[in-house]
């Protein structure tokens, strides 16, 4: 199972990332904060300090089409908000 899937990067994380050195990620449904936290810190070599996750329910979407109006969702996605120590950063750039 692949913990971490991607980070994300909006202005409302980089906000978070700037003031409050909190990194937002993409993660796997099924994993608890415990494997998020030894995850992050195998890829990244940082202290986690705190993880926090919510599920992120999925926009509903809706087109137009020949025959007629087609409603739908995205799908629903757990994200987790990573708190590390002072003084560490994590640089997305280096890993790809």
Do not use: C
């Amino acid at each position: 199972m692949e913990i971490i899937k991607k980070p994300i990067l909006t202005e409302k994380a980089s906000m978070l990332t700037e003031k409050l050195n909190r990194y937002a990620f993409k993660v796997d449904h099924r994993a608890n904060k415990i494997q998020i936290k030894t995850a992050i810190e195998a890829m990244f070599g940082v202290t986690v300090v705190a993880v926090n996750t919510a599920v992120v329910a999925g926009k509903a979407k809706s087109r137009n089409t020949k025959a007629g109006l087609v409603s739908g969702r995205a799908p629903k996605y757990k994200k987790a908000i990573i708190t590390i120590n002072d003084g560490e950063t994590i640089d997305f750039y280096s890993v790809i």
